[in-house]
């Protein structure tokens, strides 16, 4: 057995969307980043820069490696796209409008976001512990992959995907909204995770403010 090595998990949820305007369920679906998400991308990038990071990882979902490319931007930093990083599968409610779900489903979005059942998912989409367990798998392969070095990594991925996975492994009863851009800290090491920020949006506000001084 080698040395195991502490490794921190730096989570960033994808820029914002034209879906996330237009307030459609956007999960396995896509819609491009807007021209403000371009931005945050950047800035979270720019709010990150004075840390090393030795490797990426992103959702395959355009809008999270769009995200990935402009945060990284010049840096060296390789990244890996992993399916597993993806969001949630919302099945039949994909890219519908909430008033549109309302009429079609009735209060099934209320039934999905209450979090009361973690095995409740939408028709033909995926529950909290369906997301969940394929995140888990994703985060744990990432981890050893890296652990006999440790260091920091990024995983660029999305807003319930990443706070799923945080209050599960929390075992907290719910999680905070995750803004675009925000970033959460999970330290890992023999098996054990600390976790140090959730959904933090100060990396991104203090790479805006970077930006906008030249």
């Given at each position: 057995?080698?040395?195991?090595?502490?490794?921190?998990?730096?989570?960033?949820?994808?820029?914002?969307?034209?879906?996330?305007?237009?307030?459609?369920?956007?999960?396995?679906?896509?819609?491009?980043?807007?021209?403000?998400?371009?931005?945050?991308?950047?800035?979270?990038?720019?709010?990150?820069?004075?840390?090393?990071?030795?490797?990426?990882?992103?959702?395959?979902?355009?809008?999270?490696?769009?995200?990935?490319?402009?945060?990284?931007?010049?840096?060296?930093?390789?990244?890996?796209?992993?399916?597993?990083?993806?969001?949630?599968?919302?099945?039949?409610?994909?890219?519908?409008l909430e008033e549109e779900i309302v009429e079609r489903h009735g209060n099934i979005l209320e039934t999905l976001f209450s979090l009361k059942d973690l095995n409740a998912?939408?028709?033909?989409?995926?529950?909290?512990?369906?997301?969940?367990?394929?995140?888990?798998?994703?985060?744990?392969?990432?981890?050893?992959?890296?652990?006999?070095?440790?260091?920091?990594?990024?995983?660029?991925?999305?807003?319930?995907?990443?706070?799923?996975?945080?209050?599960?492994?929390?075992?907290?009863?719910?999680?905070?909204?995750?803004?675009?851009?925000?970033?959460?800290?999970?330290?890992?090491?023999?098996?054990?995770?600390?976790?140090?920020?959730?959904?933090?949006?100060?990396?991104?506000?203090?790479?805006?403010?970077?930006?906008?001084?030249?």
């Open positions: 057995m080698g040395n195991e090595e502490k490794v921190t998990i730096f989570f960033v949820r994808h820029g914002e969307t034209q879906f996330n305007i237009e307030k459609r369920m956007q999960g396995h679906c896509d819609s491009p980043l807007t021209e403000k998400g371009v931005l945050q991308a950047k800035s979270v990038g720019r709010g990150l820069s004075d840390i090393h990071f030795d490797a990426a990882y992103s959702s395959d979902s355009q809008r999270v490696l769009d995200t990935a490319k402009y945060a990284i931007g010049e840096r060296n930093i390789p990244l890996t796209i992993d399916p597993r990083l993806k969001e949630m599968n919302f099945g039949v409610l994909e890219s519908l998912a939408a028709p033909e989409g995926e529950s909290y512990v369906q997301l969940f367990t394929r995140t888990k798998s994703a985060v744990e392969d990432i981890v050893k992959k890296h652990s006999s070095q440790g260091g920091n990594i990024l995983i660029f991925s999305h807003g319930v995907t990443i706070g799923n996975y945080i209050m599960q492994i929390t075992k907290r009863p719910e999680y905070p909204v995750h803004e675009n851009c925000s970033v959460s800290v999970v330290h890992y090491v023999h098996n054990q995770h600390e976790v140090e920020k959730i959904a933090d949006t100060s990396y991104r506000e203090r790479g805006s403010k970077d930006l906008n001084s030249y």
